[in-house]
Protein backbone atom coordinates (compact mmCIF):
# COMPACT_ATOMS: atom_id res chain seq x y z
CA UNK A 1 0.00 0.00 0.00
CA UNK A 2 2.76 1.99 0.76
CA UNK A 3 3.60 3.21 -3.26
CA UNK A 4 3.45 5.94 -5.62
CA UNK A 5 1.12 3.79 -7.98
CA UNK A 6 -1.82 5.54 -8.39
CA UNK A 7 -5.53 4.34 -8.40
CA UNK A 8 -8.26 6.77 -9.83
CA UNK A 9 -5.29 9.18 -9.66
CA UNK A 10 -4.23 9.20 -6.70
CA UNK A 11 -0.98 7.39 -5.00
CA UNK A 12 -1.69 4.14 -3.05
CA UNK A 13 0.12 5.58 -0.01
CA UNK A 14 -2.23 8.26 0.29
CA UNK A 15 -4.79 5.40 0.94
CA UNK A 16 -2.41 4.00 3.16
CA UNK A 17 -1.43 6.79 5.46
CA UNK A 18 -5.85 6.99 6.13
CA UNK A 19 -5.38 3.08 7.18
CA UNK A 20 -7.35 2.25 3.65
CA UNK A 21 -6.52 -0.82 2.29
CA UNK A 22 -7.64 -1.31 -1.34
CA UNK A 23 -7.67 -3.99 -3.88
CA UNK A 24 -4.06 -3.31 -6.17
CA UNK A 25 -3.54 -4.45 -9.66
CA UNK A 26 -0.82 -7.43 -9.51
CA UNK A 27 2.58 -7.24 -11.18
CA UNK A 28 4.16 -9.26 -12.73
CA UNK A 29 8.47 -9.40 -11.64
CA UNK A 30 11.69 -11.07 -11.86
CA UNK A 31 13.82 -11.73 -9.57
CA UNK A 32 17.12 -12.90 -10.68
CA UNK A 33 18.61 -13.37 -7.51
CA UNK A 34 18.21 -13.25 -3.68
CA UNK A 35 21.17 -13.93 -1.34
CA UNK A 36 21.34 -13.63 2.28
CA UNK A 37 24.62 -11.69 3.00
CA UNK A 38 24.54 -11.63 6.58
CA UNK A 39 21.95 -13.46 9.16
CA UNK A 40 22.69 -12.71 12.80
CA UNK A 41 18.72 -12.95 14.40
CA UNK A 42 15.91 -11.52 14.28
CA UNK A 43 18.44 -9.40 11.52
CA UNK A 44 18.58 -10.73 7.79
CA UNK A 45 20.67 -8.36 5.56
CA UNK A 46 19.79 -9.57 2.38
CA UNK A 47 21.45 -8.30 -1.93
CA UNK A 48 18.16 -8.47 -4.26
CA UNK A 49 18.30 -8.33 -8.29
CA UNK A 50 15.45 -7.94 -9.47
CA UNK A 51 13.10 -6.14 -12.46
CA UNK A 52 11.58 -2.74 -12.37
CA UNK A 53 8.49 -2.87 -10.92
CA UNK A 54 9.38 -4.57 -8.31
CA UNK A 55 8.65 -3.59 -4.71
CA UNK A 56 11.20 -4.87 -2.08
CA UNK A 57 8.67 -3.84 1.19
CA UNK A 58 6.43 -6.26 -0.79
CA UNK A 59 8.78 -9.06 -0.88
CA UNK A 60 10.01 -8.69 2.45
CA UNK A 61 6.30 -8.68 3.64
CA UNK A 62 5.64 -11.68 2.15
CA UNK A 63 9.15 -13.71 3.09
CA UNK A 64 7.41 -12.73 6.72
CA UNK A 65 4.25 -14.17 5.89
CA UNK A 66 5.64 -17.10 4.44
CA UNK A 67 7.85 -17.61 7.44
CA UNK A 68 4.89 -17.34 9.64
CA UNK A 69 6.72 -14.40 11.71
CA UNK A 70 6.01 -11.36 9.86
CA UNK A 71 9.04 -9.04 9.01
CA UNK A 72 9.93 -5.27 8.06
CA UNK A 73 12.76 -3.46 6.80
CA UNK A 74 15.07 -1.37 8.56
CA UNK A 75 16.64 0.08 5.13
CA UNK A 76 17.19 0.04 1.84
CA UNK A 77 19.71 0.84 -0.40
CA UNK A 78 19.60 1.12 -4.30
CA UNK A 79 22.66 0.07 -5.66
CA UNK A 80 22.27 -0.16 -9.38
CA UNK A 81 19.41 0.92 -11.66
CA UNK A 82 20.01 -0.02 -15.34
CA UNK A 83 23.35 0.19 -16.49
CA UNK A 84 24.15 2.69 -13.86
CA UNK A 85 25.53 2.09 -10.18
CA UNK A 86 25.66 3.62 -7.03
CA UNK A 87 30.33 3.71 -7.74
CA UNK A 88 29.45 6.07 -10.28
CA UNK A 89 26.91 8.36 -8.90
CA UNK A 90 27.99 12.36 -7.64
CA UNK A 91 27.42 13.42 -4.69
CA UNK A 92 25.30 16.67 -3.97
CA UNK A 93 28.57 18.76 -3.23
CA UNK A 94 30.40 17.49 -6.14
CA UNK A 95 27.09 18.51 -8.62
CA UNK A 96 26.44 21.76 -7.40
CA UNK A 97 29.80 23.29 -9.12
CA UNK A 98 29.16 21.84 -12.16
CA UNK A 99 25.32 23.23 -12.22
CA UNK A 100 26.70 26.02 -11.03
CA UNK A 101 28.62 26.47 -14.41
CA UNK A 102 25.73 25.48 -16.33
CA UNK A 103 27.29 22.24 -17.32
CA UNK A 104 26.64 18.46 -15.94
CA UNK A 105 27.62 15.50 -17.69
CA UNK A 106 25.15 13.76 -19.64
Known amino acids: ?3 AVKLN ?3 LYKYAQKGQVVDREKR ?3 FRSI ?3 SFAPPDVTLNVVCSKGTYVRTLVDDIGLSLGCGAFMTGLERVRIGDYRLEQALSLGELAPQAADGGLPL
Do not use: A, H, N
Open 9 to 11: GKP
Open 35 to 37: TVL
Open 28 to 30: RVF
Open 1 to 3: MYS
